[in-house]
């Protein structure tokens, strides 16, 4: 019954090769986003979609591409993985694309990259 | 530029009240949003202030002045659960959501 979940937990790989993070919730939330923690525990947010159709691009290397099959998921493919990369990326998803509900967040995937 | 601040730590004994403010210089205002986060774990939902005043639910109350771009969380009869850091938000005139850094909160017996 998890709400939000992203598979893998934990990805360590060598840099420049190519990983994707897989998102899915079960909560019929129409908008689903990428963030990125890194070491100062600081959130930023990388992409939102809203039904499948992208809606904020920040400014995040080209290096990363979400994809959206359908609403319930959202995944995240970087290619040529770089040092920098290296942090805690979370899914979530919320119910209003005005960012007025609340966020659910999927546990996490920590990526490392040696 | 766009701002919130939090303290990066504190510390409180068990049983306690601790107050964590926020303050925000953002683009507009359409909400405030705490977030607890334990190491390790996701960011979970705690409260959300659109209009001025206290949000009482449970252990925890959240309050909100507009005019004075500030915040602050609550937490009464604290208990070693507790410990985790603490986010706050702010939804700007675009819908954005803006991120503190987080108050890590760390409780003592």
């Known amino acids: 019954d998890t709400a939000v979940s992203q598979t893998p937990k934990y990805l360590v790989t060598q840099m420049g090769n190519d990983k994707s993070i897989k998102c899915e919730q079960n909560?019929?939330?129409?908008?689903m986003y990428w963030y990125k923690q890194d070491s100062k525990k600081f959130l930023k947010i990388m992409f939102s979609?809203?039904?499948?159709?992208?809606?904020i691009n920040e400014t995040v290397p080209n290096r990363f591409s979400p994809k959206s099959p359908d609403k319930a998921h959202l995944n995240l493919h970087i290619n040529s993985l770089e040092l920098g990369d290296s942090a805690v990326y979370f899914c979530?998803?919320?119910?209003?694309?005005?960012?007025?509900?609340?966020?659910?967040f999927g546990n996490g995937t920590r990526l490392t990259v040696t | 530029g766009q701002n919130i601040d939090q303290p990066t730590e504190m510390t409180a004994t068990e049983g306690a009240i601790v107050q964590i403010n926020c303050t925000y210089q953002t683009s507009g205002f359409n909400g405030l949003f705490w977030y607890q986060q334990h190491a390790g774990e996701a960011p979970t939902f705690l409260s959300y202030n659109v209009l001025d005043g206290l949000e009482e639910k449970g252990r925890f109350s959240s309050f909100l002045s507009r005019s004075k771009g500030y915040s602050y969380l609550l937490l009464k009869e604290l208990q070693m659960k507790d410990s985790a850091s603490y986010l706050c938000?702010?939804?700007?005139?675009?819908?954005?959501?803006?991120w503190g850094a987080g108050t890590k909160l760390i409780i003592k017996p």
């Open positions: 979530a998803s919320s119910q209003a694309v005005e960012g007025t509900s609340p966020l659910h």
């Open positions: 909560l019929g939330h129409d908008t």
């Open positions: 938000a702010v939804i700007d005139s675009n819908y954005q959501l803006i």
């Open positions: 979609y809203n039904n499948k159709e992208l809606i």
